[in-house]
């Protein structure tokens, strides 16, 4: 038998078997795509062989190119010598049997064999435009003539993952197995009743047409999506030559194309994030092998905004959960708002109506603590304020199981007071959800000084369990996200104070790629929260720098869209935020009393402001040890902030800048504007040593 480290060959009779072994998933690594060569072509050359299975060992089956390949410089088979080439043109019939997934080169390669098999739970797509690329092994040309053009388009510029079933009925998958079949020898059989069908079923045989007005369609449709990147376009221009070229000629087109995406900023940019959001999850300070405790009984205490989101979350991922507030009405409105929230959903046609009433149907309210002291979990997302959380928390305490976990949503207050309210300090850890809850992707973890390592992996694992990305903070005001972004938030009201307007400034964040302008984003949360934050604040550190301006909008009851006015104003009914004069009288007026100069501003002036300040208190956050990694920082920007993730994150994108470019561009704001713009310690050593952020060696945790 042929032997290769990560490819083997089996024989079960006169079928041959090619087995991938390359854990976890199975990725196209070193010597995986040479060993399918080498036993394909063995399988060939043994007269008995009649057909041949291809699949993967443990738990998928080929998860696409080794994405840490790219931009190596990796030298790679020419058009021709690929594996997706020589499974093509195999003298004998190839089956792909397809468990876990099928991605990218992985889906690639089986629509390269001449039939495809999977079990019921498998998934297959091409999601290379989510790292910045384009299926660049034939993809963009062989799943046209499979789906079509209109259904290929949206799954490769979309990436999305096709479960097996749905990928049968657009032709993808020729048969799913029945649950529990064992998929090998379903395979082999399978194989065994196709050997001496002739001609070959090859996808590159058939031919596919369109209208030419869909790839401009799509062009228009993706736009908002795609902002400035290139590869969704790559993507599309690359389907349209499966539409309008001979095959050979799609693959060298489809090949150009690539080459104009694997060393582009946005593909160094999203590869970058895909691991960032992997190394995410490694807690390296804590001991290895404790596990996270299941729980199935989750609670939320508080019925507001966030309580509500927070109970959709456990809702949209199958778990039942409780919910309950202070009075019944505070409960009803609660209730009443997560049923507009689902309603809106339905309404846009982004959830089916009969998944909302399943949903709805795991949230249970309930009326006061002894209805959830069976809970196993309970997430606290009370209002903002010490005085109110302790006693829940001590309630918590005195009522839940001794097992139970109790986490906090607090965005920014002290764990370790309000584990010290209960006699489980080590069962108690911060659990910040982002608003909307139950939209935004990122948990931010907060570690108390007591919290158990069970406590913290309990709570990583709780983030994933319905959706979302964890990411572990230290407990300092405003853990990291929200400390890192406090100085952003107080430069963009600062600008205006030097001559900037609210407008000016959204623009240039908008052009940058974030969905939405700082300021508009202000006025949809409501500008009474940030005013509350300032007050604590103030009140907590004499040297706070004020932000007038911003006091004076609230003073004046302009709290944003919920009071139709705020930095914009709105038309009634209508959420577009319009420029309004008044504000800007206001910000003359303040700067004036504050005798500050004026100044034009260019856009690169404003955006370096905002983030810098930001890069800089990131650093500040990372020498006390308060997050792991400067790539965790950037897991939160992405998916806290809405961090435009082409551009990788806030500290990867710092990176683009280079250190010293940065620190040297603080250092002279430092003198001009004084102490919020001291450079920090780890800033200085890195701009010292030339060291990537993403390279810095913060702090043992704390
Ligand atoms: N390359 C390298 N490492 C990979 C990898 C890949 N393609 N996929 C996963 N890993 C690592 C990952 O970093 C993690 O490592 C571990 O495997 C488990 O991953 C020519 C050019 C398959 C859905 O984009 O979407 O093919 O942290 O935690 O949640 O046209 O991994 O353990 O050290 O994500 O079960 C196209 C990317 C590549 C698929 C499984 N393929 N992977 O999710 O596990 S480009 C992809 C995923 C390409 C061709 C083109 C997911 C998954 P560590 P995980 P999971």
Redesign the pocket.
């Known amino acids: 038998m042929s032997e290769t480290p990560v490819v083997r060959l089996e024989k079960d009779g006169d079928i041959g078997v090619i087995i991938v072994n390359y854990p976890?998933?199975n990725?196209l690594g070193p010597g995986v795509s040479d060993g399918i060569i080498d036993c394909l072509n063995k399988a060939n050359a043994d007269p008995s062989i009649k057909a041949i299975v291809l699949m993967g060992d443990g738990r998928?089956f080929i998860?696409?190119?080794?994405?840490?390949g790219f931009g190596t410089g990796r030298k790679r088979p020419p058009i021709g010598e690929r594996t997706y080439d020589v499974l093509d043109a195999s003298p004998k019939p190839v089956v792909a049997a397809i468990h876990g997934?099928a991605?990218?080169?992985g889906l690639?390669n089986a629509l390269a064999c001449h039939y495809r098999i999977a079990v019921p739970a498998a998934k297959v797509g091409l999601?290379?435009v989510?790292?910045g690329?384009l299926?660049?092994?034939g993809?963009t040309q062989r799943l046209p003539r499979v789906v079509g053009a209109q259904v290929a388009l949206e799954m490769i510029t979309s990436g999305r993952h096709v479960p097996a079933p749905e990928a049968a009925k657009l032709g993808i998958i020729n048969q799913v197995l029945p649950e529990g079949a064992n998929l090998r020898d379903a395979a082999v059989a399978y194989a065994r009743k196709i050997a001496d069908i002739r001609p070959l079923p090859r996808v590159r045989d058939k031919t596919v047409t369109a209208d030419p007005g869909i790839f401009d369609a799509m062009r228009k449709s993706i736009a908002r999506r795609a902002r400035n990147q290139k590869a969704p376009y790559n993507c599309i221009a690359a389907v349209e030559a499966a539409c309008t070229l001979p095959f050979d000629d799609g693959i060298r087109r489809e090949a150009e194309l690539f080459g104009e995406l694997e060393n582009s900023d946005e593909a160094k940019a999203l590869r970058y994030a895909f691991?960032a959001e992997?190394e995410v999850a490694k807690l390296p300070d804590l001991p290895v092998g404790v596990a996270p405790r299941d729980f199935t009984a989750p609670a939320v205490i508080g019925a507001g905004t966030m309580g509500g989101g927070i109970a959709m979350s456990f809702a949209d991922f199958g778990y039942d959960v409780k919910i309950m507030d202070a009075t019944q009405p505070a409960l009803d409105r609660g209730m009443e708002r997560i049923r507009n929230n689902y309603a809106t959903s339905v309404k846009r046609g982004s959830l089916a109506e009969d998944e909302m009433q399943r949903r709805l149907a795991r949230i249970h309210p309930v009326a006061g603590y002894d209805d959830i002291r069976d809970c196993d979990v309970v997430v606290e997302a009370v209002f903002e304020e010490m005085d109110v959380k302790k006693p829940v928390f001590a309630k918590l305490d005195e009522v839940m199981r001794p097992d139970a976990f109790l986490f906090t949503n607090s965005s920014a207050l002290d764990i370790d007071a309000l584990a010290d309210t209960t006699k489980r300090p080590e069962k108690v850890a911060g659990t910040h959800f982002f608003s909307p809850a139950n939209v935004m992707k990122l948990l931010e973890v907060v570690r108390g000084a007591k919290s158990s390592p069970e406590t913290l992996f309990t709570a990583m694992a709780l983030g994933r369990r319905i959706g979302k990305i964890s990411a572990m903070a230290g407990n300092t005001d405003g853990f990291v996200a929200n400390r890192s972004r406090a100085p952003f938030n107080s430069e963009m009201v600062i600008l205006l104070e030097e001559g900037c307007l609210p407008e000016q400034v959204d623009k240039v964040m908008v052009d940058f790629g974030y969905p939405m302008g700082p300021f508009a984003v202000g006025d949809l949360a409501g500008l009474d929260i940030g005013a509350a934050g300032r007050r604590r604040r103030a009140l907590a550190n004499p040297n706070y720098r004020k932000l007038p301006i911003a006091d004076k909008l609230v003073e004046m009851g302009r709290y944003g869209q919920k009071t139709g006015a705020g930095w914009y104003r709105y038309e009634k009914g209508d959420r577009t935020p319009h420029p309004d004069p008044e504000v800007a009288a206001i910000i003359k007026s303040v700067a004036a009393e504050m005798g500050v100069p004026q100044k034009v501003f260019t856009d690169t002036e404003i955006l370096q402001r905002l983030l810098f300040s930001s890069v800089n208190e990131a650093c500040r956050i990372l020498e006390e040890g308060k997050a792991y990694r400067a790539s965790d920082v950037d897991v939160m920007w992405l998916h806290g902030f809405g961090f435009p993730r082409y551009r990788g994150g806030l500290m990867f994108w710092a990176d683009g800048i280079g250190v010293r470019n940065v620190y040297n561009q603080i250092a002279s704001w430092h003198q001009q504007y004084g102490e919020r713009w001291a450079p920090s310690r780890l800033l200085r050593e890195l701009a010292e040593t030339n060291t990537p952020f993403r390279e810095a060696k913060p702090a043992p945790f704390v």
């Open positions: 976890p998933v990725a998928s998860a696409g190119a080794d994405i840490r997934y991605l990218g080169g690639e999601p290379e989510l790292i690329i299926p660049g092994g993809g691991f992997r």
